[in-house]
């Protein structure tokens, strides 16, 4: 999706040299690689974060020459001034990975040779477990505040809840839908591209079909066989920032805990399989996972589950 001209990322403040090397990088992440445009656009913030880091220490906007006489100590520097800014471990950790890959790339082009990010520690991040909802809980999401279905925006929020929830979908995903790939009534499946490029089929449940048919019909903007298939409130593209809104404000409604994102609700389909009898191998693909070790995270999840209803229950617990 081709962001809007107030959506364009700003002009990166380096010399000319290495400015126009970040875009060819950017590019071939881009092009070559297929990475997804939230990648690209997390890529380029932490590019500008560690290049405004670097003018601050030189006095000038870095050039290519700069970056191959950097040393470890820069990139510690770096770490140390984000920390201090209170950004976690796991966004630094994220950043380090992008500069490493940036360096990796600088080398593999014959543009320059400096390994010095290599020599610096990635910082620890804990391990952490996806928290999904209840069964219950889930329900009460889909469900919505109670708000008519004639209420297009409402009808709207309901079909884009069902299928992050019915389908286990990333934000961006039912998001980037177009018209023509509508999932209504006869369309069970949908083919979904996610990260890096990985395609899967992603079954569509009766209910969540009925959803969007029903937002169809209530819509009042004109929508273009390739155009979002999903409208915010003034017939734009839906930002993902509305969902997470969305969440925000039925958090406060239902009783429910920090925790309840959007992205909790493809957490807690992931989960709800699992208790239900799925085979990992099945979840691995219907989530889009290239490793499988990634999908087993949720077997923690169902087995932190288990224990707590058997310390509730037992009576000897």
């Known amino acids: 999706m081709t962001p809007s001209k107030d959506e364009q990322p700003a002009e990166l403040e380096l010399g000319s040299d290495l400015a126009a090397v970040v875009e060819r990088w950017l590019a071939h992440l881009e092009h070559e690689r297929g990475q997804a445009d939230l990648t690209i656009a997390a890529y380029r913030r932490d590019i500008e974060q560690f290049t405004a880091h670097l003018k601050v ?8 020459g ?3 006489r950097i040393d470890a100590k820069v990139f510690r520097g770096f770490l140390a001034s984000r920390r201090r800014q209170e950004v976690g471990s796991r966004s630094l950790a994220r950043t380090m990975s992008a500069l490493r890959t940036f360096f990796r790339w ?3 082009e014959g543009i320059l040779q400096n390994r010095a990010v290599r020599r610096v520690a990635m910082p620890k991040v804990g391990h952490s477990v996806p928290k999904p909802l209840t069964i219950t809980k889930a329900a009460a999401v889909i469900a919505g505040d109670g708000a008519d279905d004639a209420d297009w925006i409402a009808a709207r929020d309901t079909a884009v809840l069902l299928l992050l929830y019915g389908s286990g979908l990333r934000i961006s995903e039912p998001l980037g839908l177009v018209r023509r790939d509508a999932p209504v009534p006869g369309r069970d499946v949908l083919r979904i591209v996610g990260k890096g490029g990985r395609e899967r089929l992603a079954p569509i449940l009766p209910v969540t079909q009925a ?3 029903r937002y169809l019909d209530v819509v009042p903007f004109p929508l273009e066989p390739n155009g979002p298939l999903f409208l915010g409130a ?7 920032r509305i ?6 404000r039925l958090r406060a409604s239902l009783g429910l805990p920090d925790t ?6 493809r957490h807690s389909f992931a989960t709800h399989l699992l208790s239900s009898g799925a085979d990992l191998r099945q979840i691995q693909e219907l989530l889009g996972h290239a490793s499988l070790s990634t999908t ?7 087995r932190e589950r288990l224990l707590a209803v058997y310390d509730a229950a037992h009576p000897r617990a």
Do not use: I, N
Not at 57 to 64: I, V
């Open 57 to 64: 220490q030189l006095g000038h906007r870095p050039c290519l």
């Open 66 to 68: 700069d970056l191959e």
């Open 106 to 108: 600088l080398e593999a």
């Open 211 to 213: 959803a969007v048919a």
């Open 234 to 240: 003034k017939g734009g593209p839906l930002s993902p």
């Open 243 to 248: 969902v997470q809104l969305l969440m925000e």
């Open 260 to 265: 309840a994102t959007p992205h909790a609700l």
């Open 296 to 302: 087993q995270v949720y077997t923690e999840v169902d």
